[in-house]
């Protein structure tokens, strides 16, 4: 029997966390995240600023009329509350709490490409809006720009990002999933409309201006309509719970540390709680599951390049953007280097199934 402690007297069995616990850890991780979907009330700044930008093609650049798309953001806001009552009505009370242990997985995944640039420096990642969760079916997004790259209102330069757009999944319904990949497949070859968000807001925000008040929220320097790539991160459900459990111990080595340097009695603690803070930020940094989600990642946009057309305009154009994200996955697979062999994680079920699927396609 393997036993897995939080440090709460959590006790498990035969090799997964039982339902429970992973439920009390989920929303632990849940309710202290800083990942959070963005109030799309908040859009409606962006368009009185005339940041809300719509690109129909690799050039163009369009403001779109201000008074149409704050009527269009007004009907999506409904439509999101429509589909989001629907979800809770139709949904059964086991489902939703798999839903916030897959939300869980999401936050710690997040952390790990922010934080700890776990798909490269220049990758950054953030929670979409209500709508494109339930309109667009992700849930999250990657941005993949060059730090030093520039963005002028003052002259026609387009912020031109490659976003990554996630979907989390901890099903062990392989039709489940089958069908989003099914999906997604659709999407790659839909010209008229590839895979995208409604509502993007770019991690990349302006420089203030001189004039500007020191405590009015940083402006990204885009938002509206994006082009993804969309990806589907799967796990088996015993790998999901695992990893928030060392997620939540990672946030607890934290919150010791914390203690120590703020607690005049404990700060004779500090030389040990800071060794294993660091100790588990490593373990973290190198978790099996980065190199799960670079192998996924892989096998998807592979059979995505296969779907694709050179010859023609559009798909040239969305074969860039694929090109780009390859180039970041590739130099991620040469990190995983440190990741230690770990042969439960690496014959998860779910990779097993996406690869399967992915071949079939092609």
Same mark, same amino acid.
């Given at each position: 029997?393997? /036993?897995?402690?939080?440090?709460?007297?959590?006790?498990?069995?035969?090799?997964?966390?039982?339902?429970?616990?992973?439920?009390?850890?989920?929303?632990?991780?849940?309710?202290?995240?800083?990942?959070?979907?963005?109030?799309?009330? $908040?859009?409606?700044?962006?368009?009185?600023?005339?940041?809300?930008?719509?690109?129909?093609?690799?050039? +163009?650049?369009?403001?779109?009329?201000?008074?149409?798309?704050?009527?269009?953001?007004?009907?999506?806001?409904?439509?999101?509350?429509?589909?989001?009552?629907?979800?809770?009505?139709?949904?059964?009370?086991?489902?939703?709490?798999?839903?916030?242990?897959?939300?869980?997985?999401?936050?710690?995944?997040?952390?790990?490409?922010?934080?700890?640039?776990?798909?490269?420096?220049?990758?950054?990642?953030?929670?979409?809006?209500?709508? #494109?969760?339930?309109?667009?079916?992700?849930?999250?997004?990657?941005?993949?720009?060059? $730090?030093?790259?520039?963005?002028?209102?003052?002259?026609?330069?387009?912020?031109?990002?490659?976003?990554?757009?996630?979907?989390? #999944?901890?099903?062990?319904?392989?039709?489940?999933?089958? %069908?989003?990949? %099914?999906?997604?497949?659709?999407?790659?070859?839909?010209?008229?409309?590839?895979?995208?968000?409604?509502?993007?807001?770019?991690?990349?925000?302006?420089?203030?201006?001189?004039?500007?008040?020191?405590?009015?929220?940083?402006?990204?320097?885009?938002?509206?309509?994006?082009?993804?790539?969309?990806?589907?991160?799967?796990?088996?459900? /015993?790998? +999901?719970?695992?990893?928030?459990?060392?997620?939540?111990?990672?946030?607890?080595?934290? =919150?010791?540390?914390?203690?120590?340097?703020?607690?005049?009695?404990?700060?004779?603690?500090?030389?040990? =709680?800071?060794?294993?803070?660091? +100790?588990?930020?490593?373990?973290?940094?190198?978790?099996?599951?980065?190199?799960?989600?670079?192998?996924?990642?892989?096998?998807?946009?592979?059979?995505?390049?296969?779907?694709?057309?050179?010859?023609?305009? /559009?798909?040239?154009?969305?074969?860039?953007?694929?090109?780009?994200?390859?180039?970041?996955?590739?130099?991620?697979? #040469? %990190?995983?280097?440190?990741?230690?062999?770990?042969?439960?994680?690496?014959?998860?079920?779910?990779?097993?199934?996406?690869?399967?699927?992915?071949?079939? +396609?092609?």
């Amino acid at each position: 029997m393997r /036993k897995f402690e939080t440090g709460r007297g959590d006790v498990e069995n035969d090799g997964e966390i039982e339902h429970g616990v992973a439920l009390k850890i989920a929303r632990e991780i849940n309710s202290k995240s800083k990942f959070v979907q963005p109030d799309m009330n $908040e859009f409606f700044r962006y368009i009185n600023l005339g940041k809300n930008i719509s690109r129909t093609d690799k050039t +163009a650049k369009m403001i779109i009329d201000p008074k149409a798309e704050r009527e269009q953001l007004q009907a999506r806001m409904a439509k999101a509350a429509e589909l989001e009552e629907k979800w809770k009505q139709t949904t059964s009370p086991f489902e939703k709490e798999v839903k916030e242990i897959s939300d869980a997985v999401e936050v710690a995944i997040l952390e790990m490409i922010e934080q700890y640039s776990c798909l490269g420096d220049n990758v950054h990642g953030s929670k979409t809006s209500k709508y #494109d969760d339930f309109c667009n079916n992700t849930d999250a997004y990657g941005e993949i720009y060059d $730090e030093s790259a520039e963005f002028s209102d003052e002259d026609e330069a387009r912020w031109d990002p490659v976003v990554v757009g996630f979907g989390f #999944d901890i099903t062990t319904n392989k039709d489940k999933l089958h %069908d989003k990949l %099914d999906r997604n497949l659709g999407k790659i070859r839909n010209r008229q409309e590839r895979a995208h968000l409604d509502n993007f807001i770019s991690t990349k925000k302006e420089e203030a201006k001189e004039d500007q008040d020191e405590e009015e929220t940083p402006v990204p320097v885009l938002t509206g309509f994006m082009e993804i790539v969309p990806i589907i991160i799967a796990l088996e459900s /015993k790998h +999901a719970k695992e990893f928030i459990l060392f997620f939540s111990q990672l946030k607890e080595a934290f =919150r010791k540390n914390s203690e120590a340097n703020t607690t005049p009695e404990l700060r004779h603690t500090k030389p040990q =709680r800071s060794a294993e803070l660091q +100790a588990i930020k490593n373990k973290f940094k190198n978790h099996p599951i980065k190199r799960l989600m670079v192998n996924q990642i892989y096998m998807q946009i592979n059979g995505y390049i296969h779907e694709l057309d050179p010859d023609n305009e /559009k798909d040239s154009a969305y074969l860039e953007k694929i090109d780009k994200l390859k180039d970041v996955v590739e130099k991620a697979f #040469d %990190d995983c280097r440190d990741v230690p062999d770990n042969s439960d994680w690496e014959n998860d079920l779910m990779t097993k199934r996406i690869k399967e699927k992915m071949l079939k +396609a092609n």
